[in-house]
């Protein structure tokens, strides 16, 4: 049995004994070393070389306390004394702190023919490439991103280190591997019905063949034959409770039919796999919220029909902010239905290559995507046009109903993307009809807030809110003092530069703390 240390939150232990790596039958030799004792300068290279794991192997392992001959262990195993266990794994941490960007292995300590020995397991990083010190001098600058060569660890040449630069982006959340799920988490009627819906040749397998094989086919799993666990997009897809991994995973339309100072809010939530869930988001939009009416023109003789909302548009949207959320950040999708626009906010904003000025014209090109995965299978099923042309159909369908543009918002830090879309003019024309049949007297078109407060009041009024509810979000600030995310923001940010205000903790689960 396996006892494991590792330096973070999620304990996790070696996914194999040390009496497999010794056989080499699970495992390649290549991805194994052998140290008779702890090496920081040698075994902190290979730590790194492992990790850069250029070929894509799934990483390696170190094991201390077996001697090696030409890569292979040497028996009688002579192990490590009980006394050094201790030592040795605090040495290991503190070494692996000199790494380049952060990573910590896994390290766990096993017992076998009555001797014990510490096992490294170094899987690929998230955050590549990785570099160390050449030397453990402490006058040392130099740094290089080791790489494994068949059982070795070298400097790669230049052609080696421009394909590793190419790794240089994280690994997309969607594409990592779920330490915490298990095979069974993921649901084989989903997947069989995925693959009938795309006319993929694997559904005659799976209806066959091994599950494990399928799934690794898919590429849904982790490759490793000694680790097989699901990754995030397996997970998001084809688990029927994708929020047990991934909390908030769900699209909430909120409306209110009074606008945001009225009392009446309907709220409805939307949970399940992913394409689940924002398919039936996306009915009940289509069913309940987009409207149609005939409009005649003076220089037309026929009526046109026109939406309040081209449905194409809010697909597009609503498939938009699927594609881009960040799911590990704990916040839903939240489509909001006022009277005269529909927001659509999601968490966290774009990536740093868009800016605010290519949002105001349309011009948007991500440099780098969060999801690759969940955007092709979102492709395959229809239900995005794919990178980049999401604007363009958001844009076409406006034009072709006569709406007005959208707007598109996000805060200098992306932290958050709201996409906006305002009713057709025809349905604000309706409104201001019927108001006035019912004998209320007909006001000059103002825009949807209320008038607001002078600055100083409304600074007051949000600083002793926050004093009353340290942990209320920007979006509740927005609905009790009806004000916009920009406004709420520039109040908390002339607060801030004030001294009056502070935030502990993060954007999501902090909380704000109000000087007296």
């Known amino acids: 049995m396996l006892k494991f240390i590792f330096e973070g939150s999620d304990y996790m232990a070696i996914p194999t004994s040390i009496k497999t790596l010794l056989s080499g039958d699970v495992v390649e030799w290549a991805r194994i070393e052998f140290k008779e004792t702890w090496d920081a300068a040698a075994s902190l290279k290979s730590i790194c070389a492992f990790a850069n794991d250029l070929d894509n192997w799934g990483g390696g392992y170190i094991v201390i306390g077996v001697q090696e001959d030409n890569g292979r262990p040497v028996f009688p195993l002579k192990g490590v004394p009980t006394e050094k266990l201790d030592s040795y794994q605090k040495n290991i941490f503190a070494k692996c702190k000199l790494l380049r ?5 896994i390290i766990g300590v096993e017992t076998y023919q009555d001797k014990h020995f510490i096992v490294i397991w170094c899987p690929g990083g998230d955050n590549r490439p990785y570099s160390s010190p050449k030397t453990m001098e402490k006058d040392n600058k130099e740094r290089i ?3 494994r060569k068949a059982s070795n660890t070298v400097e790669p040449s230049d052609d080696e280190e421009k394909d590793l630069f190419n790794l240089a982006n994280r690994v997309p959340f969607d594409d990592r591997v ?14 069989q019905n995925y693959l009938k819906e795309i006319g993929s040749s694997l559904y005659e397998k799976s209806k066959l063949g091994d599950f494990t094989e399928l799934c690794s086919d898919m590429n849904i799993i982790s490759t490793l034959p000694e680790y097989v666990k699901p990754k995030n997009v397996g997970l998001m897809f084809f688990c029927m409770e994708p929020d047990k991994f991934f909390p908030c995973t769900q699209i909430d339309i909120v409306q209110f039919p009074d606008g945001l100072g009225g009392d009446n809010i309907i709220e409805n939530t939307f949970k399940g796999p992913i394409h ?30 026109v939406y309040n909302y081209p449905y194409a548009a809010l697909e597009e949207a609503l498939a938009n902010a ?28 774009p ?16 440099r780098r995507y969060r999801n690759r995965r969940i ?12 990178r980049n042309t999401g604007f363009g159909k958001i844009l076409r369908a406006l034009e072709a109903n006569g709406s007005p543009k959208p707007e598109f918002e996000t805060d200098e830090d992306h932290s958050y993307f709201i996409s906006r879309l305002f009713v057709h003019e025809a349905f604000l024309k309706e409104e201001e009809s019927n108001r ?23 600074k007051r009024d949000v600083l002793q809110k926050l004093e009353e509810d340290p942990e209320i979000t920007q979006v509740k600030l927005m609905e009790e003092f009806d004000l916009s995310r920009k406004q709420i923001q520039k109040i908390i940010k002339d607060l801030r530069e004030e001294g009056l205000v502070e935030r502990q903790g993060s954007n999501r689960n902090g909380r704000w703390i109000v000087k007296k």
Request: proline share 5%; aromatic share 6%; net charge positive.
């Open 351 to 366: 990536d740093r290559s868009v800016t605010q000025e290519g949002l105001k014209r349309y011009k948007v090109s991500n």
């Open 276 to 305: 689940q869930q924002l398919r039936e988001a996306l009915q009940f939009i289509k069913n309940s919220i987009v409207t149609k009416k005939i409009v005649k023109s003076a220089d037309k003789a026929e009526a046109d029909w």
């Open 145 to 147: 991103h080791y790489i």
């Open 436 to 458: 006035d049949q019912k004998g209320v007297k007909k006001e000059p078109k103002r825009s949807r807030k209320k008038e607001p407060k002078k600055g100083a009041e409304r």
């Open 178 to 191: 779920n330490h915490q799920a298990e095979l069974e988490d993921l649901n084989i009627t989903l997947i």
């Open 101 to 105: 960007p952060a990573y910590t292995p």
């Open 375 to 386: 955007g092709d299978i979102l492709k395959e099923l229809h239900l995005t046009e794919g």
């Open 322 to 349: 699927v594609y881009h959320r960040g799911y590990d950040i704990r916040e839903p999708i939240e489509v909001r239905v006022e009277k005269n626009m529909i927001e659509i906010v999601s968490f966290p904003g």
